[in-house]
């Protein structure tokens, strides 16, 4: 059933406006929040000793979604996940599945009934082949339909997945929680409007909701980046505008260490935290470190940024229509032009949170699993 009493969702529109929580110390202007399940299990380790938690996990099927259903797995959580396919192979062997999807109001019922806690990790990314319309009922309806869910059940946690996007470009870097909500796209706006509507939730209906907005995940296994590293492994990349623009990975298995903290760090209800690794870099700097890592080389030129931004717009406009991937859009272009830098000290700070992986070393360990996989 909707949530009939609350306002209708729209992203912060002033540059101004502060973020949901930060720069406060929790529980100052905000209810108190019992931060166990209704059945009395608390969600920090020193609390409940040796007991398990039961969580309910959405985006299991996907590649941070899958990695914490491993997470989760291996540490004796008891995971239930919603899968449109359900396979009883790899980490969803050992959970419990629920058939449906974010659409499925019964399903995710099913879903969450009896967790003490749930990760929602699912969304629509960054494609170009969707309406409008699929980005906003996935990213925005299929959330509300989880926290109503979870407001009904009484769960001890709502750990949602944003992402760093929904800051758009970064002018005067690093950004921190307080920086300007200022979406770039149809993927970034949905995100801001779900993860407004999560801490409306936390706000009104007392769900105990953390908001974790995800640098640029990579790792073993992730292929967002994998052109990128072939490209420059076979020495056929060439920067795109003037490279100086920055860019913020986050090794996979910090960040799944940042979401088991939000999970349990009594102080990180009710605030949005910026998970991403220890530094960011330059595109030229990214480039060169990855050249280094797989053996390529950059070409010695850079391709001016403003006719591949004009191209994608025409290629986006005819392809989208007839529901294909375009082979390039603005996007994609973003990449190269948009400033994402941020700082991780509130995570820091609240949760404890410090990324072990460097980006030497994480970029060297994905070119290695690429190799061994045969994608370079």
């Known amino acids: 059933m909707p949530a009939q009493s609350l306002a209708p969702v729209t992203p912060p529109a002033s540059p101004s406006r502060p973020e949901p929580g930060a720069g406060r110390v929790h529980g100052e202007s905000q ?39 491993r997470a989760l797995v291996a540490r004796g959580d008891q995971v239930s996940v919603l899968l449109r396919r359900p396979a009883a192979t790899g980490a969803t062997a050992a959970a419990r599945v ?20 749930v990760l929602h990790v699912a969304a629509v990314y960054r494609t170009a082949g969707h309406p409008d319309s699929y980005y906003r009922d996935v990213n925005v309806g299929g959330t509300e339909r989880l926290l109503e869910a979870a407001a009904a059940s009484g769960v001890g946690r ?90 913020h990975p986050v090794f996979i298995d910090d960040l ?21 690794g220890p530094e960011y870099v330059s595109q030229r700097d990214l480039a060169a470190r990855i050249a280094l890592h797989t053996g390529g080389r950059v070409l010695p030129f850079r391709i001016p940024a ?18 294909i991937e375009p082979p390039l859009h603005r996007r994609r272009v973003d990449f190269w032009t948009k400033s994402r830098a941020f700082s991780i000290e509130k995570a820091r700070r609240l949760l404890g949170y410090e990324p072990r992986v460097g980006l030497d070393e994480g970029i060297a360990r994905t070119a290695a699993a690429y190799r061994d996989a045969g994608w370079l």
Do not use: M
């Open 158 to 247: 709502f750990v949602h997945t944003s992402t760093v996007g929904v800051h758009g470009h970064v002018e005067h870097p690093p950004a921190d929680e307080l920086a300007p909500i200022r979406p770039g796209d149809i993927y970034q706006e949905t995100k801001a409007e779900g993860e407004a509507l999560a801490h409306r939730y936390h706000r009104e209906r007392g769900v105990p909701v953390t908001v974790v907005r995800p640098g640029a995940i990579y790792g073993p296994g992730e292929r967002r980046l994998l052109k990128l590293f072939r490209a420059i492994a076979r020495g056929r990349y060439a920067i795109v505008g003037s490279g100086r623009s920055f860019y």
């Open 31 to 69: 209810p108190a929040i019992k931060l166990t399940h209704g059945r009395g299990v608390p969600l920090s380790p020193g609390e409940r000793g040796s007991s398990h938690l039961k969580i309910a996990l959405t985006g299991a099927s996907g590649y941070t979604g899958g990695r914490l259903l």
């Open 306 to 323: 403003r006719p591949l931004q004009w191209a994608g717009d025409v290629v986006e406009a005819v392809c989208v229509p007839f529901g």
């Open 256 to 276: 799944v260490q940042g979401f088991l903290l939000a999970l349990e760090r009594p102080q990180a209800v009710g605030e949005s935290f910026l998970i991403c």
């Open 98 to 117: 629920v058939e449906g999807d974010l659409a499925d109001v019964a399903a995710i019922r099913r879903l969450i009934e009896g967790n003490d806690a």
